[in-house]
């Protein structure tokens, strides 16, 4: 495995540690930044069972960088005969390039490159249950369909019943208007900015809200997949103003008074919230929210300045906030 791919995931998860626990002698080739084929190929020996390839899902190398080629690897583990192993990571199922978003391997490029075992999550760009997948050549899917841990590892069938409703979205095409987390990434920004305006003027209607308008914004796609990843979006915007609680108030109004919590971002002195992760059916929830959260009776002298409130039992870390 290369060294540029010794990953921790997303809850302390570290590669390193998973191939450890498996009673796997973990061998790291190439560096940081630069792995060639040629790495593998001085490393591989008789006592080598497999060639693992991980994506870098949490993290970019930039600069001066090199990886292996799946072609190549799967190329010296088919000489040795030993399989490839890639870890996909998030598994895009369809190629996210035709939405502007930056390619990502997809499950199927991956088999057809010549991986003999791809793995993917179900649930991130999948957008499915948490499930982890495993797809590749049936000489090896049978060996770790037969495998006693399967017993103990295999889903159940609420699990199998939420990913066949999402497989059956990729399979009649409506991956990327249907399942949250794709329509999420895939809509265009006309459709989020109209979701905006509505959400704008559905708090209109509820309240008097002087600071607040619509802007434009950049979403983060974030870790797990596309860790650098922006796309343009819409958000609403509310300014500090003399009418209006402290920013710091609304935020975590929204956040622990609201039902479902409505989880907004305070960045240059100014409140956000962003409709590309909104559905169509939340904007009159949010809308409420938004509204209740406004009304909050408040000093008009309050500022988003930390002032001395009295702590509170949910905030022990910082009484500042609020
Ligand atoms: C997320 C991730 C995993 C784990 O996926 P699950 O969501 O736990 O199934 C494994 N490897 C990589 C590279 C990942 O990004």
Not at 74 to 88: F, N, Q, S, T, Y
Not at 129 to 142: E, K, N
Request: charged fraction near 25%; include cysteine.
């Amino acid at each position: 495995m290369s060294r540029g791919e010794l990953v921790e995931i997303g809850g302390g998860f570290r590669v390193p540690d998973v191939i450890a626990s498996c009673g796997a002698t973990l061998v790291e080739v190439g560096t940081t930044n630069k792995t060639r084929a040629a790495d593998f190929e001085r490393a591989i020996s008789e006592r080598t069972g497999a060639l693992l390839s991980v994506h870098q899902s949490n993290f970019a190398v930039v600069g001066f960088t090199q990886r292996a080629s799946r072609e190549e690897l799967a190329r010296i583990a088919a000489a040795r005969g030993v399989p490839l192993l890639e870890d996909l990571g998030s598994g895009a199922l369809i190629d996210l390039g035709q939405w502007g978003l930056p390619h990502e391997p997809t499950a199927r490029e991956a088999v057809a490159g010549g991986a003999d075992v791809v793995m993917f999550s179900g649930d991130k760009l999948l957008g499915g249950p948490q499930a982890g997948i495993l797809v590749g050549r049936a000489l090896w899917i049978d060996r770790l369909r037969k495998h006693p841990l399967m017993r103990a590892l295999r889903p159940g069938r609420i699990v199998l019943a939420a990913l066949e409703a999402t497989l059956a979205r990729y399979a009649s095409g409506r991956a990327s208007s249907e399942l949250p987390a794709m329509r999420a990434l895939c809509e265009p920004v006309e459709i989020v900015r109209a979701r905006a305006e509505r959400l704008l003027s559905s708090v209109r209607a509820l309240t008097a809200s002087p600071s607040l308008s619509l802007s434009p914004s950049i979403a983060r796609v974030g870790g797990g997949t596309l860790p650098l990843a922006e796309l343009p979006s819409a958000a609403l915007a509310l300014a500090p103003h003399p009418s209006c609680p402290p920013l710091t108030r609304v935020e975590r109004a929204l956040r622990t008074e609201s039902e479902p919590p409505v989880i907004a971002r305070i960045a240059d002195d100014t409140l956000w919230l962003d409709a590309r992760t909104l559905a169509d059916d939340d904007v009159p929830l949010v809308a409420a929210a938004l509204a209740r959260a406004l009304a909050q009776p408040h000093r008009t002298n309050d500022t988003n300045t930390p002032a001395p409130l009295p702590p509170r039992d949910d905030d022990q870390d910082d009484p500042r906030d609020g």
